[in-house]
């Protein structure tokens, strides 16, 4: 294999990696009031950030253009929200 193929798988699997986003209007649609922390991981995978205090905590999905931020309260949701999508 020359290094000019390599380079192309590389590159190949490079964009259908980032492709493959989660942040989609289409899973947003699957966050319910009331499910819990681990099904939204589940649907849309680990948050990029996430603080809380006192049983509360908000985490973000995305960036400042194209997100999906969630509210729990006792790890269930309380409030979803989208920008960008």
Do not use: H, Q
């Amino acid at each position: 294999m020359t290094f000019k193929n390599l380079l192309v798988i590389v590159l190949l699997c490079a964009v259908i990696f980032l492709g493959c986003s989660k942040i989609t209007r289409e899973n947003f649609d699957k966050i319910k009031m009331g499910m819990g922390y681990e099904e939204v991981v589940g649907i849309i995978g680990e948050p990029d950030a996430c603080d809380g205090a006192l049983g509360a905590k908000k985490c973000i999905w995305g960036d400042e253009t194209k997100n999906i931020t969630v509210s729990f309260m006792g790890e269930r949701v309380i409030f979803p929200a989208m920008k960008g999508l």
